[in-house]
């Protein structure tokens, strides 16, 4: 499984941004899809995950409640993080993360990450 990240940007602090990823190969079902990010000199930590199928069951860190969602498309195999009201804190790489489901075994790919930086 391939993951393609894109989006990502330099803004200032109070904008908005959107990234996705899209996930390619060989895989029978995705199990759940998560964003994930790097902050400069730091390691990497948990922003948002969304289960697969039809459930959408959401969850956050809790420094992005209330100002990313994360949302995705079935049949694009595509995860959107909506990032609103960002503030310099979030600056980071941002990687996107998918679990799957193959011959049997449940699997885990990372995409190459995308760079998000957050001028105060």
């Known amino acids: 499984v391939q993951l393609q990240a894109s989006g990502g940007g330099s803004v200032q602090a109070g904008d908005s941004l959107r990234l996705s990823c899209a996930a390619s190969g060989n895989f029978e079902s995705i199990n759940a899809m998560a964003w994930y990010r790097q902050p400069p000199g730091q390691q990497r930590e948990f922003v948002a995950t969304?289960?697969?199928?039809?459930?959408?069951?959401?969850r956050y860190a809790d420094s992005v409640k209330g100002r990313f969602t994360i949302s995705k498309e079935n049949a694009k195999n595509t995860v959107y993080l909506q990032m609103d009201n960002v503030k310099h804190e979030d600056t980071g790489v941002y990687f996107c993360?998918?679990?799957?489901?193959?011959?049997?075994?449940?699997?885990?790919?990372w995409g190459q990450g995308t760079l998000v930086t957050v001028s105060s």
């Open positions: 993360n998918v679990f799957y489901y193959k011959d049997g075994l449940t699997r885990a790919a």
């Open positions: 969304i289960s697969g199928g039809n459930d959408g069951t959401t």
